[in-house]
Every structure is written in C-alpha cells, then in structure tokens.
C-alpha cells in the first residue's frame, strides 16, 4: 500500500521556538495532504488540508499564522509550529490523498510527538 | 462534525471474532464507509471500506445493511495486536480530496 512517512518522530522544544513538521508521499503523488492534531486520550482533529501549490484550508479555531502549512511539491508538505508554547504539546498526524480515484484509501504517517517545555 | 456513532469500549476474547458496530444514519448515497484503527502513539491504520456492498480483505471484513445507516466491522480471529480504537467514519466520494473526520471510536481490548 502506500506510504506516507512523516519526520521527526518525536521533538522537544523550549517554549517560543518553531518546530517543522515534515510529511512525504513516499510512492505517490500527494495533490492533497491533511494535518491533524490529537491529545491524549482524545480523537484526531482535523487542523487543515493543503493543496499543492495553493493555499492550505483550516479548519474552523485552527490559526493559521500560528501553524504554517507548505506544500511546495507532490510529494511534501510541512506543518511549522511558531511560537511553541506548552499548550502545543500534541501528537501531530498527517495524510495524504493521490486524487486520482473518488474512494481511495487516505493514508496516514507514523505521527510526531511535539512537547514544548 | 463525524457523522457515525459508535460504543466507547468493547472487549473481545483472543481468538474470537470481533464485531464493531457503527450507527451512520444520515450517510449520503455518495459517501462511502471507512474504517481505521489507531494503536497507541501510532498514525491511523487503513483497515476497509465500503459503499453498499459487503466487503472483505485480509484484514477483515465490512457488512453494510441495506439501508445503509449502520455497518458492522468484524475482526474473524481476534489477536492480542488487535487491541486499539477503531473509527468508523463516512467520507464523501465525489471529491477526491474528501476528509476525513473521526469521532471517538471504539476501544477494542481483545483479552487472552
């Protein structure tokens, strides 16, 4: 199946530093990528979904000068956190879709655990 | 918002099949069903999808009723690995860059 690989793993940041997020479709062509966030012991909330070569849509109470979607190529995409602050800390998803078929399988990355101290 | 509901918690004895119920009452004819599961601090795995018809994968299989307003996800030998949430979610088919949205799933603890 395809592979949506996502780095780093796990990040550790001082409070008011960025953290980046990247996200690669490894086997395909990624026209659609989406982040999510999730807290412990929580569900996944969808934060935004980029398109290649135009400007990410967020989600409602998602503020986007605080987190930067790229998607600069098919095959990447990247969340930057700015101004990390302890309320960040989160389990950070992202998915990416190949467009080319209506019910396709959306694919997921192994996640990044973000802890801002 | 997701639009399926599902119980919270459910426990299976290892070895047996597992049946996972899903309530999509108000799913569009073009939506079609999908189910994943997430294990602990780990990215959503895919497991099967649907649009009217039964289906079935190595994995498991999916039972869709008639009237498409509920689907039951079964798990036919139950493994201590299979512990996890499960979420079943309808995504929109016409847009091939449809999201999706999760509700909280079921947790699934398969026990020895």
């Known amino acids: 199946g395809a592979v949506v690989s996502q780095h780093p793993s796990r990040v550790i940041c001082k409070s008011g530093t960025s953290v980046k997020i990247e996200c690669r479709s490894l086997?395909?062509?990624?026209?659609?990528m989406f982040w999510y966030r999730q807290f412990p012991k929580q569900s996944l909330m969808l934060m935004a979904t980029?398109?290649?070569?135009?400007?990410?849509?967020?989600e409602q109470g998602v503020e986007k000068d605080k987190f930067l979607i790229n998607h600069a190529s098919l095959t990447l995409s990247t969340l930057t956190v700015t101004s990390a602050h302890p309320e960040d800390s989160s389990f950070y998803i992202c998915?990416?879709?190949?467009?080319?078929?209506?019910?396709?399988?959306?694919?997921f990355g192994s996640g990044t655990q973000l802890s801002v101290l | 918002d997701a639009k399926t509901t599902q119980p919270p918690s459910m426990d299976c004895a290892e070895g047996r099949a597992a049946n996972l119920p899903c309530n999509h009452s108000?799913?569009?004819?073009?939506?079609?069903v999908y189910w994943y599961r997430q294990i602990h601090s780990q990215g959503p795995q895919y497991i099967i999808h649907?649009?009217?018809n039964n289906e079935t994968n190595e994995m498991a299989s999916l039972i869709i009723t008639e009237d498409r307003k509920s689907s039951t996800l079964i798990l036919p030998h139950a493994t201590l690995r299979d512990t996890a949430v499960y979420y079943c979610?309808?995504?929109?088919?016409?847009?091939?860059?449809?999201?999706?949205?999760f509700g909280q799933g079921t947790t699934l603890q398969v026990k020895p």
């Open positions: 998915s990416a879709s190949g467009g080319q078929v209506a019910n396709e399988k959306l694919f």
């Open positions: 086997d395909f062509q990624a026209t659609t």
């Open positions: 980029s398109n290649e070569g135009s400007k990410a849509t967020y």
């Open positions: 108000t799913i569009s004819g073009n939506e079609y």
């Open positions: 649907g649009l009217k």
């Open positions: 979610i309808v995504r929109v088919a016409q847009s091939n860059t449809g999201k999706l949205i």
